[in-house]
């Protein structure tokens, strides 16, 4: 059977935590703060594509989507969203240590949260989603392949800039010259 949370190389990762009572607006300034301060925390975790956090105050329900019945949280919930290389269990593992110093902040927060980064991955999985169907854009690239691809990319825009108006001689050695080394 195939895992509803791998796509090719890649992994994807959700967790719904439960926020503590009262402390809905602590987390959401907390979580905004990385932003204002110009903090980018999964840096610190490699192997992550893409990660985001969704405060959740309830489900939305909408009668022209047709569901079955309402739905509702009883307590507004932290979604922790991840795409990421290889294996779950390594990845928490190089999450726990990259976020270490938020821990406490984030998600000891939530119901049963943990205060310390050693409980973290207990706690994400035993939270854990089934993604149901996820599709890497990139499934079988990794981050550091990505990131080379993205600097490939620049680097060949930067040149045609430059290169604008050369002659065609000209141009296929700037671009041997820059290119083949």
């Known amino acids: 059977m195939n895992d509803p949370n791998v796509s090719g190389q890649a992994y994807g990762f959700l967790s719904m935590t439960p926020i503590t009572p009262g402390e809905e607006e602590n987390l959401r300034a907390y979580l905004h703060g990385f932003r204002e301060r110009g903090e980018r925390p999964f840096q610190a975790v490699a192997r992550t594509h893409m990660a985001r956090f969704v405060i959740v105050p309830d489900f939305h329900n909408d009668s022209t989507w047709k569901q079955r019945k309402e739905e509702h949280l009883e307590i507004p919930t932290l979604c922790f969203s991840s795409n990421l290389d290889g294996d779950i269990d390594s990845y928490l593992d190089d999450l726990a240590e990259g976020f270490a110093p938020h821990v406490a902040e984030i998600w000891g927060r939530c119901v049963g949260g943990p205060q310390e980064a050693k409980d973290l991955k207990a706690y994400l ?51 041997i010259k820059e290119f083949a080394g």
């Open 125 to 175: 999985k035993h939270n854990q989603i089934d993604c149901g169907f996820f599709h890497a854009a990139y499934g079988q690239a990794t981050v550091p392949q990505v990131q080379a691809s993205l600097a490939q990319r620049e680097q060949l825009m930067a040149f045609a800039t430059r290169s604008q108006g050369l002659a065609p001689a000209e141009l296929q050695q700037a671009f």
